[in-house]
């Protein structure tokens, strides 16, 4: 199978929309989960970036601690 020009831009434009998912889906206040880190437990969203929303503020329960994520790295609690 042959893959045009535009067909590989459009494949890498949407792989990096992806990894670099913006905080639209995330408020102040939600329940999260780290995807690779499970122990770091439940934390709540502090606050969002304000540039481009490209990582989230984040308090952990477990060990109070605030840490910055991107965004593609959390789950959001139901």
């Known amino acids: 199978m042959k893959i045009t020009r535009a067909k ?3 494949i890498i434009k949407e792989e990096i929309m ?3 998912n ?3 889906g995330f408020r102040e206040g939600d329940m999260v989960r780290h995807k690779s880190e ?3 437990g439940v934390g709540r969203v502090v606050a969002k970036g304000s540039k481009r929303d490209n990582f989230v503020l984040v308090l ?3 060990s109070r601690t605030q840490r910055r994520h991107i965004p593609s790295e959390l789950v959001k609690e139901e």
Request: proline residues 13%; aromatic residues 14%.
């Open 8 to 10: 590989l831009r459009q």
């Open 18 to 20: 992806a990894e670099t």
């Open 22 to 24: 913006p905080t639209f």
């Open 38 to 40: 499970p122990e770091l």
């Open 60 to 62: 952990w329960s477990d």
